[in-house]
């Protein structure tokens, strides 16, 4: 059983140079862990709403969480040398530490979104928390914050998503996730990588993780090889 959310641009508050175009968010019921592990998260609408229609375009959008990082500065070099511009879901804690990594980040021409400023999850929240998690963290960031956000765990309602989408950001989740965050070697991290690669996947990276700059580093040229290009995801761009 699915609702349809359609949040129109006149609900939105507080945001004012560019604002989010009005979405249609066709909702399942809750979200988390569990279609988290099985990388499919809900709500099916979130891919039409934040990348556009499917399509065999062989596109990826690279997405990389929980940053900016130690590791970071490797992965933007390693993004540069091919021309590669992604996603990074920043928290508020983590921009707050690295502010010249998160000018970097933007100069680089690299998409930044909103990824809560402390990583809770937004589903124990209650409505006035989720907004100034949100807010909060897009103080932190400025003007180079794009209005997308990615809830941490993949945690979402209805409610998480409206609150959200009111506070001028539209969720953003994953088609594949390569479970970076455990100590798996470079030759597991890239095998997930290329299992994972299809046209239009929006892949959840952490650039907290070494070996998911490794694993980076050796699928590049590979993508490249294949045909595909990158672009952040389209509703943060
Ligand atoms: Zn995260």
Redesign the pocket.
């Known amino acids: 059983m699915s609702v349809v959310v359609a949040v129109s641009v006149g609900l939105m508050i507080g945001v004012a140079a560019h604002p989010v175009a009005p979405v249609d968010v066709a909702w399942n019921k809750g979200s988390g862990t569990a279609q988290m592990r099985k990388g499919l998260p809900n709500p099916p609408g979130w891919y039409q709403a934040a990348v556009g229609p499917r399509s065999t375009e062989k596109v990826l959008y690279l997405t990389f969480?929980?940053g900016p990082s130690p590791h970071t500065p490797r992965l933007l070099r390693i993004l540069a040398k091919h021309d590669v511009h992604a996603t990074f879901?920043v928290?508020g804690g983590a921009a707050t530490s690295n502010p010249w990594l998160v000018r970097t980040i933007h100069r680089q021409g690299h998409a930044i979104g909103n990824?809560t400023w402390n990583?809770p999850r937004l589903t124990q929240f209650s409505t006035e928390r989720v907004r100034s998690e949100l807010v909060r963290t897009r103080k932190a960031v400025g003007p180079a914050m794009a209005q997308c956000m990615?809830p941490?765990?993949g945690m979402v309602n209805e409610r998480v998503a409206r609150t959200s989408i009111a506070a001028g950001f539209q969720p953003v989740l994953w088609t594949a996730h390569i479970e970076d965050w455990a100590p798996h070697s470079l030759a597991w991290t890239a095998k997930r990588l290329r299992s994972d690669t299809r046209p239009g996947a929006v892949i959840l990276m952490?650039d907290t993780h070494s070996q998911t700059v490794d694993a980076v580093q050796r699928m590049l040229p590979q993508w490249v090889k294949q045909g595909y290009r990158f672009a952040p995801v389209p509703v943060c761009d």
């Open positions: 969480d929980d879901f928290t990824h990583h990615r941490p765990y952490h």
